[in-house]
C-alpha cells in the first residue's frame, strides 16, 4: 500500500489539489485522519460534504482507509466519566453507521477499503492525547480509565470492530499504536500525570501504580494478538518528536520485525513524520551548531525511516501528513509542521522529503 495521510477536514475542502498532487505519483491509498465519522454529511467551502469527497477520491482512483470512531474531541465530544459505560455500549452503532455509509461510497467506485479500529491504542498514548495541555481526547479521567482498564478499552475496541465487520464483511481491519522506546520519556510521563494525581484519585485511578510495561508498545501488541482480531497492525514512528537531533528514523525496519512476531499478522506503517517546528531557542542552536535546515532534517528522516523499511515485510507506506498549516493554531505547536505541504495565508510550498517518497516508491516498485 503506497499511501499517505490527509487530515478529514483536508480532504473534504481540498479534493482537486489532493487529486492534482497525487494522481502522478505512485500513492493510491489516502489515510483519512481524523476522520469525523460522526458528521459524515457536514459540507465544507467547496459545498462537499465527507462523503462526497470520498467518492470524487475514489473516482479518481484512490483507496481509502478509514479510522473509525477515533476519540477526539471533534469527533465524539467530550465523554464524561459518568457516562462511559453508555459510551462504550453505543460505540457499536456509532461504528457501524459511519462503516455502513463510508462502504456504500467506495463499494460503488470498485476501490478497495480498510477500516481502522479507533488511533493508537497503546496506553500511554491514549493518556498523552487526554492531556488538559493537549485536550485531544476529553475528559481527561474517562480517557485515563480506559487507557488502564484493559476490559474497558478491548470492550469498547471489539464493539467498534464488530461495527465495522457488520456493516461491511469484505472490507479488511486494522488498528495502531505508537512504537517509541518508552525510555526515552517515561520520567516527563510521570511528572505531566503526577500533576493530576488528585482528580484521577477522585475515580479510583492511581496514576502512580500504572507499571512501566503497561506503557510499553511491546505488551499492547501481545494484549492485540489475544483480544482484538483485526486484520493488520500498525506501526507509527515519530522519534523525533521532542528531541529533533540526531535525527533517528533507522530503528523503525526492527520494530516492524519484531512487531510481527508479536502480533502474529501482517505489518505496516500507517504514521511516520517528523516536524520542521522550531523554537527560537532551537532555531539559534542549530545555527551555532551549524545543524542542517529543518527541512533538509525531515528529509533525512524519511531517508532513514524508508531505507529501514526495504529489507522488512511492511505492506504499506503512510507519511504524516500531506497538508499542514503552519498559519492555523495548533496544540502542540509542531504538528503545524509535520506536512510534505505547508499551507500558509494561500500559498503551497512543498518540503524535499515529498519528491523524496515518491521517488523512493517508484524504486521499489510500489
Known amino acids: 500500500m503506497a499511501g499517505m495521510n490527509i487530515a478529514g477536514n483536508d480532504v473534504r475542502d481540498y479534493p482537486e489539489k489532493i487529486v492534482e ?11 483519512v485522519h481524523a476522520f469525523p ?8 467551502p467547496t459545498g462537499l460534504n465527507y462523503l462526497q469527497t470520498i467518492e470524487h477520491l475514489c473516482k479518481n482512483g484512490f483507496n481509502i482507509l478509514a479510522p473509525i470512531e477515533v476519540g477526539y474531541i471533534e469527533n465524539i465530544g467530550s465523554v464524561a466519566i459518568a457516562d462511559l459505560d453508555k459510551f462504550i455500549e453505543a460505540s457499536y452503532q456509532e461504528s457501524y453507521k459511519a462503516c455502513k455509509k463510508i462502504s456504500e461510497v467506495v463499494r460503488r ?10 488511533n493508537e491504542i497503546d496506553v500511554k498514548s491514549w493518556i498523552l492525547q487526554a492531556l488538559p495541555g493537549i485536550g485531544w481526547r476529553a475528559s481527561f479521567e474517562a480517557w485515563v480509565q480506559q487507557a488502564v482498564d484493559f476490559n474497558l478499552k478491548y470492550k469498547r475496541l471489539n464493539n467498534i470492530l464488530k461495527g465495522a465487520n457488520d456493516a461491511d464483511p469484505e472490507a479488511k481491519t486494522m488498528t495502531n499504536i505508537v512504537a517509541e522506546d518508552v525510555r526515552v520519556f517515561i520520567e516527563d510521563f510521570r511528572r505531566e500525570l503526577a500533576k493530576y494525581s488528585a482528580l484521577l484519585k477522585q475515580h479510583s485511578i492511581l496514576a502512580e501504580e500504572i507499571p512501566d510495561d503497561l506503557i510499553d508498545w511491546k505488551v499492547e501488541l501481545k494484549h492485540l494478538k489475544e483480544n482484538l482480531k483485526v486484520d493488520y497492525v500498525g506501526l507509527d514512528n515519530y522519534a523525533n518528536w521532542i528531541i529533533k537531533y540526531p535525527v533517528y528514523g533507522q530503528e523503525t525496519g526492527s520494530k516492524v520485525r519484531e512487531a510481527e512476531k508479536l502480533a502474529g499478522r501482517p505489518v505496516f506503517n500507517p504514521e511516520f513524520g517528523y516536524t520542521t517546528y522550531r523554537t527560537l531557542f532551537e532555531r539559534a542552536l542549530f545555527w551555532i551548531l551549524r545543524r542542517s535546515s529543518a527541512s533538509e532534517m525531515q ?5 532513514n525511516t524508508l531505507g529501514s523499511l526495504e529489507e522488512t515485510s511492511s505492506i504499506g507506506t503512510f507519511p504524516w501528513v500531506l497538508f499542514t498549516h503552519p498559519d492555523r493554531p495548533a496544540s502542540p505547536r509542531q504538528e503545524a509542521y509535520f506536512g510534505l505541504y505547508k499551507m500558509s495565508h494561500g500559498n503551497l510550498t512543498k518540503e524535499p522529503a515529498f519528491d523524496y517518497y515518491v521517488e523512493w516508491l517508484k524504486k521499489i516498485g510500489k
Open 21 to 31: 498532487l497525487l494522481q502522478p505519483t505512485p500513492i493510491r491509498w489516502i489515510r
Open 37 to 44: 465519522t460522526r458528521s459524515l454529511e457536514e459540507s465544507g
Open 109 to 118: 467506485t470498485g476501490r478497495e477499503l480498510i477500516f481502522g479500529i479507533e
Open 299 to 303: 528529509l533525512q528522516f524519511y531517508r
